[in-house]
């Protein structure tokens, strides 16, 4: 089973950019989808964003869609979410995770990451 790791969280100015990674581990790791998933405090977890195992598919949720993009670099077993005109609401821990499309569009994915805290300052 694939193991996962966020990276890249931290504190910036409202408007500004962000680009999260999350390394995988395990030689399965180009058969998931990869998504992320974030969860502000006090709120539950919501879906972010998803990408096929092949990196020709993604989806995004509506309040992302045109300022964030996910990508993979299957060759380096890791995926990517760029952020842009990040805005306090932004303001979660951000999780990746593996599994089916269906599945991690569900937000039932097989695999999570632990989790990195971005923190959009207004």
């Known amino acids: 089973q694939v193991q996962l790791a966020e990276s890249g969280g931290g504190l910036v100015q409202a408007g500004g950019s962000l680009r999260l990674s999350c390394a995988a581990s395990?030689?399965?790791?180009?058969?998931?989808?990869m998504g992320w998933f974030r969860q502000a405090p006090g709120k539950e977890r919501e879906f972010v964003a998803v990408?096929?195992?092949?990196?020709?598919?993604?989806y995004y949720a509506e309040s992302v869609k045109g300022r964030f993009t996910i990508s993979r670099d299957n060759a380096k077993n890791t995926v990517y979410l760029q952020m842009n005109s990040l805005n306090p609401e932004d303001t979660a821990v951000y999780y990746c995770?593996?599994?089916?499309?269906?599945?991690?569009?569900?937000?039932?994915?097989?695999?999570w990451g632990q989790g990195t805290l971005v923190t959009v300052s207004s």
């Open positions: 395990g030689r399965t790791f180009n058969s998931y989808s």
């Open positions: 995770a593996a599994g089916a499309w269906v599945m991690v569009v569900a937000g039932a994915p097989e695999v």
């Open positions: 990408i096929y195992w092949s990196g020709g598919s993604t």
